[in-house]
């Protein structure tokens, strides 16, 4: 069955650094793109960034929310079957729930399956 | 960056109801809309995508419906499991941006 697994959620003090990862398994993983979402205690959804799949050999595909842009990195790995978010420069408004999800082909298609998430705290 | 505006914010319904929740988009984004319903404690579940298209598994009582920058879903007689978050979702510019969000709760 199709599973995405997260890890690397812990608590972090604001400066520090956490590399997040989530491995897919149950599904071919260069078919789809991979994002992360999070989503801070009781509020909404907020999406933080794309990759594409890099099936072609042309290199990828990135985009990230300006939230991010310039302290967040993804990359993936499709030989494990891996996305990773590192993170630096981290904040208290970091603190967050964060999940990756993935969706097929092209970057306009939904998320269709989501991991169960993994908690990011920034706190001194 | 496109802005995503739900309403309401939350919503009270009881059981077997018929609710509808609508979602504004900033600028005309086609009909890259996507639904998701969230519960408690866990991921969210895709329920329909391209605005109007009901992802596999997804009861029929759950329908979308509009394009450009005009969106709702509606939840056909309530069922006490889609007492939820909902939310929808642009896919038609990076960053892909989402509404704030809309709770579901029983009167």
């Known amino acids: 069955q199709v599973q995405l697994v997260e890890s690397g959620g812990d608590l972090v003090k604001p400066g520090g650094s956490l590399r997040l990862s989530c491995v897919g398994s149950?599904?071919?993983?260069?078919?789809?793109?991979m994002t992360w979402i999070r989503q801070a205690p009781g509020k909404g959804l907020e999406w933080l960034s794309y990759?594409?799949?890099?099936?072609?050999?042309?290199?990828?595909?990135?985009y990230y929310a300006d939230s991010v842009k310039g302290r967040f990195t993804i990359s993936r790995d499709n030989a494990k079957s891996s996305v990773h978010l590192q993170m630096n420069s981290l904040r208290a408004e970091d603190t967050a729930v964060y999940y990756c999800?993935?969706?097929?082909?092209?970057?306009?298609?939904?998320?269709?399956?989501w991991g169960q998430g993994t908690l990011v705290t920034v706190s001194s | 960056d496109i802005q995503m505006t739900q309403s309401p914010s939350s919503l009270s319904a009881s059981v077997g109801d018929r609710v509808t929740i609508t979602c504004r988009a900033s600028?005309?984004?086609?009909?890259?809309l996507n639904w998701y319903q969230q519960k408690p404690g866990k991921a969210p579940n895709l329920l329909i995508y391209?605005?109007?298209s009901l992802q596999s598994g997804v009861p029929s009582r759950f329908s979308g419906s509009g394009s450009g920058t005009d969106f709702t879903l509606t939840i056909s007689g309530l069922q006490p499991e889609d007492f939820a978050t909902y939310y929808c979702h642009q896919s038609y510019s990076p960053p892909y941006t989402f509404g704030q969000g809309t709770k579901l709760e029983i009167k």
């Open positions: 600028q005309t984004i086609s009909s890259y």
């Open positions: 391209a605005a109007s």
């Open positions: 149950g599904f071919t993983f260069t078919d789809y793109f």
């Open positions: 990759i594409n799949s890099g099936a072609f050999g042309t290199g990828f595909t990135i």
């Open positions: 999800a993935r969706g097929r082909g092209r970057s306009w298609n939904p998320y269709d399956f």
